[in-house]
């Protein structure tokens, strides 16, 4: 399965936007690039997923690179509600593995 | 309401007890997932089943005793526990196994081995 690399920590100010990166380079060309997040004491949430085309929810966005070895998660408005951690996971012939994941802060 | 309920949300148990965690969701999804959260680990992928079958099993000792008696309720029958599985688990569904298929997780079982 392919491996991702994610900041362990990331801090935003309230009603900015938030850009989460994710690198997985040795992705391959079916796997799946999927975000959840996992708020305290809360089991781990789907944000959203894509395959090779940006795709837009009402959550968040997700850009994928041309060479799909790279992601950002896009949080358009950050409310102090965003703050968890975000996980960056990507899915081929086995069901997801999660890495440590990204601890978004807001500040309010 | 995750519509993937866990019970029950704490436990603390002895080393010499029995116990089983319950899942059970409710958006008639086909397959279900074992998780376990440790503190500082990444969450770790323990069974899968798909229409009520393991799939995947991924080298958890024989004291963690998966069951899933339909394809909405799903089981983890504990014994002999040791304190290092002191854990966070968590079980999720989806609606395949399939690698474009979102999992819906639940709340978790807070476990405590004494």
Redesign the interface.
């Known amino acids: 399965d392919a491996k991702t690399t994610q900041p362990n920590s990331m801090e935003s100010n309230e009603e900015e936007p938030v850009h989460l990166p994710c690198n997985h380079s040795t992705i391959s060309g079916?796997?799946?690039i999927?975000w959840?997040r996992q708020l305290p004491?809360?089991?781990?949430?789907?944000v959203i997923?894509g395959?090779t085309s940006n795709v837009n929810n009402r959550m968040a966005s997700l850009a994928i690179a041309e060479d799909r070895k790279s992601s950002t998660l896009i949080l358009h408005r950050a409310t102090l509600r965003d703050a968890a951690v975000y996980?960056c996971s990507i899915?081929?012939?086995?069901?997801?593995?999660?890495?440590?994941?990204t601890r978004l802060s807001v500040i309010a | 309401e995750?519509g993937?309920t866990q019970t029950p949300r704490h436990l603390v148990m002895g080393m010499t007890n029995k116990k089983s965690l319950k899942c059970e969701q409710h958006l008639g999804h086909n397959a279900m997932?074992w998780y376990k959260q440790s503190a500082k680990k990444?969450?770790e992928?323990m069974f899968?089943y798909s229409l009520e079958e393991r799939v995947?099993n991924n080298s958890v000792p024989s004291r963690f005793s998966p069951e899933c008696p339909n394809s909405s309720h799903l089981f983890l029958h504990l014994h002999t526990l040791q304190p290092e599985d002191s854990a966070l688990y968590?079980c999720?569904s989806s609606q395949e196994?399939a690698?474009?298929s979102?999992?819906?997780?639940?709340?978790?079982t807070r476990l405590t081995v004494t």
Do not use: C, I, M, R
């Not at chain 1, 899915?91 to 994941?101: A, E």
């Not at chain 2, 979102?102 to 978790?108: A, D, K, V």
């Open positions: 079916t796997d799946y999927h959840y004491s809360q089991g781990p949430e789907y997923h395959l996980y899915s081929g012939n086995t069901p997801l593995v999660f890495g440590k994941g | 995750t993937v997932y990444p969450l992928l899968v995947e968590l999720a196994t690698v474009d979102p999992l819906h997780f639940g709340n978790g």
